[in-house]
């Protein structure tokens, strides 16, 4: 009798174990997801026939990707999820250009919730599901692994050194010089324009 007890409390803590190993893995949702799409208004639905693949990070309820949506493969996707809560926007940059938004939560099943598009002049509203396919490790989650091919990144999307621009410095240096010349600020991405004393800075503008 002893024996039986003890094995059934080992196979409850097994179980426990389980579910927990389980719940903590469906808590991060990195991976790749199948994303399907019901259109319930607004254009004709076949540029959402095919569905969307999408390669997600998660990190500190920040989401970030890649994703397709049928046979393109530029969309990007930024994000957030505030506990079940989860909402997303994918921007497909290359003509023409689509924009889709997710506004849904993560159930047992995945993902499910309404999403709007907009591009071209037409507009799109309806239902999304999406279920997770792999984790960010690459093990398989559901029973199909959907591949896809990612358009490489526009050049002006390549990381870039920092430029940093100092008006202060060089309005020092022409000071201690006696030449005046004009300093010219071009923005450009990944510029830092730096402002160490606001009121010289402003005396020197004006």
Excluded: H
């Amino acid at each position: 009798m002893r024996l039986a007890n003890s094995g059934g409390c080992l196979l409850a803590a097994l179980l426990a174990f389980l579910f927990v190993a389980t719940a903590a893995a469906s808590e991060d949702l990195s991976g790749r997801w199948k994303i399907s799409y019901v259109v319930q208004s607004g254009g004709p639905d076949e540029e959402f026939a095919e569905g969307s693949v999408v390669s997600l990070s998660e990190k500190d309820s920040t989401l970030q990707g890649r994703a397709t949506l049928g046979s393109r493969g530029d969309g990007f996707l930024i994000g957030s999820r505030q506990g079940s809560d989860v909402q997303a926007a994918i921007t497909f940059r290359s003509n023409p250009a689509l924009f889709l938004r997710l506004s849904g939560s993560q159930g047992d099943d995945g993902l499910q919730g309404s999403f709007t598009a907009s591009g071209g002049g037409s507009f799109w509203q309806g239902k999304f599901a999406a279920t997770q396919m792999t984790t960010a490790a690459g093990e398989v989650i559901g029973s199909e692994v959907i591949f896809a091919n990612f358009t490489p990144l526009d050049e002006d999307l390549m990381p870039k050194p920092t430029l940093y621009l100092d008006p202060e410095a060089n309005w020092s240096a022409q000071q201690d010089s006696g030449v005046r010349e004009t300093f010219v600020i071009r923005y450009q991405r990944n510029t830092v324009l730096m402002c160490r004393n606001k009121p010289l800075i402003w005396d020197w503008w004006l």
